[in-house]
T-cell receptor
Framework: AQSVTQPDIHITVSEGASLELRCNYSYGATPYLFWYVQSPGQGLQLLLKYFSGDTLVQGIKGFEAEFKRSQSSFNLRKPSVHWSDAAEYFCAVAMYSGGGADGLTFGKGTHLIIQP | DGGITQSPKYLFRKEGQNVTLSCEQNLNHDAMYWYRQDPGQGLRLIYYSQIVNDFQKGDIAEGYSVSREKKESFPLTVTSAQKNPTAFYLC????????????FGDGTRLSIL
């Protein structure tokens, strides 16, 4: 069965510093990977996705992620964080059958705190 | 603007009652999903539907029911059989096909009185 692990429950970063959020997945086939962000009491917003091709993908809000098949990882990065980046971040892998998308398997999330 | 509308934003249920959470989308998406979110647990899939009049159980379907009579609508009923219904419920939709990301509504928070 597929699974997603986000090893860090909380991460604290100073404003202006760089950020890396870790994500490891377990999936038998070629993974379709996503990063979502959630503000308190809100739904999820898609930051970026990886399906195939270039292993470094660019997303919205200055985020990027690198797919490393050998390490089963899909880490999210940002060179300089802003106070507005404080939120919950979720990594997810898509499940598909012959009929289409069967849903997402999510990690448990990483809570990002920004220090002034 | 196109999007996913979940209502109500907050919902309270008495013990033994069924409640229905609404999810409507005007994105012309084929597939719709329901997830449950608990603190520290991430999101878990309850039910999903790839086409009208068809749906499948997800990982935690017990105590829930759904219907998909229209493409735009995918209501979720939390039945009295669900012993721990207090949670944040998120609805999502996507186009058919493998390369379509899911778009999420703003959620409904269900609490037990």
């Amino acid at each position: 069965a597929q699974s997603v692990t986000q090893p860090d429950i909380h991460i604290t970063v100073s404003e202006g510093a760089s950020l890396e959020l870790r994500c490891n997945y377990s999936y038998g086939a070629t993974p379709y990977l996503f990063w979502y962000v959630q503000s308190p009491g809100q739904g999820l917003q898609l930051l970026l996705k990886y399906f195939s091709g270039d292993t470094l993908v660019q997303g919205i809000k200055g985020f990027e992620a690198e797919f490393k098949r050998s390490q089963s990882s899909f880490n999210l990065r940002k060179p300089s964080v802003h106070w507005s980046d404080a939120a919950e971040y979720f990594c997810a892998v898509a499940m598909y059958s012959g009929g289409g998308a069967d849903g997402l398997t999510f990690g448990k999330g990483t809570h990002l705190i920004i220090q002034p | 603007d196109g999007g996913i509308t979940q209502s109500p934003k907050y919902l309270f249920r008495k013990e033994g009652q069924n409640v229905t959470l609404s999810c409507e989308q005007n994105l012309n998406h084929d597939a719709m999903y329901w997830y449950r979110q608990d603190p520290g647990q991430g999101l878990r899939l309850i039910y999903y539907s790839q086409i009208v009049n068809d749906f499948q159980k997800g990982d935690i379907a017990e105590g829930y029911s759904v219907s998909r009579e229209k493409k735009e609508s995918f209501p979720l009923t939390v039945t009295s059989a669900q012993k721990n219904p207090t949670a944040f419920y998120l609805c999502a939709s996507s186009m058919a096909g493998e390369m379509s990301p899911q778009h999420f509504g703003d959620g409904t928070r269900l609490s037990i009185l």
